[in-house]
T-cell receptor, first 112, second 116 residues
Framework: RKEVEQDPGPFNVPEGATVAFNCTYSNSASQSFFWYRQDCRKEPKLLMSVYSSGNEDGRFTAQLNRASQYISLLIRDSKLSDSATYLCVVNGPNNAGNMLTFGGGTRLMVKP | GAVVSQHPSWVICKSGTSVKIECRSLDFQATTMFWYRQFPKQSLMLMATSNEGSKATYEQGVEKDKFLINHASLTLSTLTVTSAHPEDSSFYIC????????????FGDGTRLSIL
């Protein structure tokens, strides 16, 4: 089983749609969670950290369910510029605070 | 804030050449930097953790004599791919973290290495 699992997609949605991505992680001792976005042939850029209480940043909402070891990202009112690969990232696998484990990414394509 | 610069962004060279990649944290001090490699359509894979003033910690399967890491200051880490071969062609990305262990990592622009 992979440490961090994501549906690779692609998710093809029209502009203005709401889309949700899910991610599961295997290490129950993981402490920190993030969503990054990566554009084609570019480096990952931090989208948002994910907090236990859930958090929102504009059109983006992240949720964490520690009991189910599940993280989600919701994007409302999708824009063409949201097209990218979204990486679910967890610290671990050995709970080393410095080390990140990346999911395989979920590809989103927003169409006009 | 939290800007990480990586240089060069693109390298094309002959097989057998050694290539040095620099990673700098521009506006913060990073005691720890990380080096990743990403092959097309695959996820980032951690190669090594670079600690300022000490030896790097390599992930299983990564040859330390092949990928030399030096972290001489709190703002600079270098990765040297020695005697590079075509199979070393990849996207190499560094990252650095500012502050506590629960803080996110910030990535450099990446270096696309092509070995002919």
């Amino acid at each position: 089983r992979k440490e961090v699992e994501q549906d690779p997609g692609p998710f093809n949605v029209p502009e203005g749609a709401t889309v949700a991505f899910n991610c599961t992680y295997s290490n129950s001792a993981s402490q920190s969670f993030f969503w990054y976005r990566q554009d084609c042939r570019k480096e990952p850029k931090l989208l948002m950290s994910v907090y236990s209480s859930g958090n929102e940043d504009g059109r983006f909402t992240a949720q964490l369910n520690r009991a189910s070891q599940y993280i989600s990202l919701l994007i409302r009112d999708s824009k063409l510029s949201d097209s990218a690969t979204y990486l679910c990232v967890v610290n671990g696998p050995n709970n080393a605070g410095n080390m990140l484990t990346f999911g395989g990414g979920t590809r989103l394509m927003v169409k006009p | 804030g939290a800007v990480v610069s990586q240089h060069p962004s693109w390298v094309i060279c002959k097989s057998g050449t050694s290539v040095k990649i620099e990673c700098r944290s521009l506006d913060f001090q990073a005691t720890t930097m990380f080096w990743y490699r990403q092959f097309p359509k695959q996820s980032l894979m951690l190669m090594a953790t670079s600690n300022e003033g000490s030896k790097a910690t390599y992930e299983q399967g990564v040859e330390k004599d092949k990928f030399l890491i030096n972290h001489a200051s709190l703002t600079l880490s270098t990765l040297t791919v020695t005697s590079a071969h075509p199979e070393d062609s990849s996207f190499y990305i560094c990252s650095a973290k500012q502050g506590a262990s629960n803080q996110p990592q910030h990535f450099g622009d990446g270096t696309r290495l092509s070995i002919l």
